[in-house]
């Protein structure tokens, strides 16, 4: 058995840790924070996230499926709001299937507090890593307050998020990096709940106001409240406005009550919120290779940062885990070198594919779900999954509720817009997309491949 | 007038240092590296460079065009050098027009002394920066063997290569970013001259070994030696070796008798040398904005890191020094905020044009010049040159003699290349290329835009 030395203690650190510890490895957590379980680390700054099937088959493979479920409100539909209040639910799939939102700081507590019941897991928290030697797998920490410590194990895993300082030191040989800012911006805005603690908008429901240049989203917490996000670009365009123009409390109070006039009731201090919280920004991290020299790898957002548009990362991560234990399962436990080069092949494809799928769906969320077209695009397929359900699973389904690769369901989401491109241009096809002739001509389309 | 630190005293940060200093500002240069005059700082690990037309634009506006003419070879062509010895010079230009080779620690001790005549330019070797304000625009460096020191600026430039130091700082930041490296790494190979200091190839051609998957090529030393360089993949394929499989003193002897054969009398010790030089890899960097806060910019391979295949990397570190001195001709030097912004803007997507540009004569040089169909493109090229000067500039003409901007020179270019496709297939082309019919269809093309 392995001592494993694991980088950052947050979702994916903390899962991580729980599947090692399970084989008989000797894990020790080193985070840069405080223990969330002390202390609120991510005040006013969190996107509520949604564990999808793949997160559940991960959460399962480490039996601890039970203890997240407890946490997790199920939701089954989007529901759009317009603006003039209006209310459009649109579930996510025609067999009443659902994801199931969490608050980051709720799942990560829970599961430090499983790992740390392991009695081979070790969590030491505000240990900045300053250090990682590469060759010898020797990470260095600088404890709050202390003295740089050196800590040297068989394998180190880097699951330290976005800014990864394993990943820095990675940089510095031959390396492939990129990070991307995309022009939107973000900010949380908290959704209280009723005085009785009843929530105010259906909690089964991700809520959407779609406003094509910019976007709200809230996911429903346990207390009845929901976890709100206003995404906007960071500059303002002559389409739109951005967090540059709404900077004053006159310009957010004229802003929310042109654009979000439905929100103010429920959130009267929105305006507030606006003003205080911190405004933060969307990177997309891409970078190769995963792990190097058998002993040092990237998982999670340190290894593939994406925007949050399709609530995949953190499933994207926990299926890291998941897939490096199956290959630990194949190759055993004693022969890192070839399990670390053989996860770092089969999960830098399906990185990229979810990057690539999480920016369509922002452009999906805050424009195409208030079109019609694209809202009929939904009906044909839900018509053709139900009467063809091995030939036609739709992309959402397949990312959201399947365990297929990541990189195939994007091969497959772009041969499905090909073929609905074709189908939408069918004259008439608003009256008969229920048709034997439409469905016919699909799945002519479906086998020409 | 303003105070100016300058990060890294390469071959961009000391012109720039001369163009800053010239105008009145107080220059400090701190460079990582000792002092090039005093020690060989590039020992073994140097690829020559060629001076073209924007650089002597550059030069000539700091006044230096005559002192660095003093230390170059012209060039006016390409040799090529087939595997049984054949040689093959294609003309750079139709006007005998050349690029002039230079060594680079030669080139960099001349401006270094240059700068240093100055009253108002003060160089620090041995200076490591470890970290940069970019609100206030201060550097600490750490001297060798010294205590870190505090330098506060009015404007702060990096021009410390591709690694830049100043770049990652800004990178921790809203900064878009990225670095690739090339499959092929690269080894210096050091060509003799004769007894009597008389050259052994022709110096005023750039030699080239094209062999499709790897390539060596020579540039002229004035004192009768060339510096040559091996470019190769890192791991070998199929098709062709890789610096893992040439490893052993055994691997290399025969594998610069099979594939460089006429290069072994002219250099004896090639393989020794192989075996002694470091291996050096390639990278591309882009990354955006190059300025912050109107204090802080990037400049040369700091901003833009380009492969060399071009020969322009350090033009186009040149041109940046030119364009940002045009731009303070034109604002005025109390107005660095507007000055370095429109800098930024005007010199980003020429970075990114030329970073492609280089990408593409690597396909040129290693593959192409040794295509019968490439180098009847070529004739072709210089013979609608000749009849229509003003019509038809090739894209290597506007690369390397003329001060096209990149990114225009980059359009134009695949322009040209849609219109050869139509003409190289016209039937019979390699018979009547200057037929008056080939001209006609070709000057269409060329009107229809």
Redesign the interface.
Known sequence: MSKITIVGGGLVGSLLAIFLAKRGHTVSVYERRGDPRKTDVYAGRSINLVVSHRGWTALRAAGVEVAVKQITVPVYASMMHDRDGKLNRVPYSIDNRAIYSVSRGELNRRLLSEAEQLPNVKLHFDHKCVDVDLETATCRFLPNGGEVIGVKADVVFGSDGA?SAVRAKM?LG????????IEHDYKEVAFPANADGTPKMDPQCLHIWPRRYYMMMGLANQDGGFTGTLFMP?THTENAPGFDTVKTEEQARKFFAEHFADALPIVPDIVEQYMRNPQS?LAIIRCNPWTVNGKVALIGDAAHAIVPFYGEGMNAGYEDCKVLNDLLNEHGDDNWGHVLNAYGKARKPNGDAIADLSLRNFVEMRDLVADPKFLLRRKIEGHLQAKHPDQWLPLYSQVKFSDIQYKDAWREGLRHDRIMEEVLAIPGIEEKWESAEVEKRVMELVKAG
């Open positions: 800014f940089m031959r390396f492939t990096y990129s990070q991307e800012y960071n920004s």
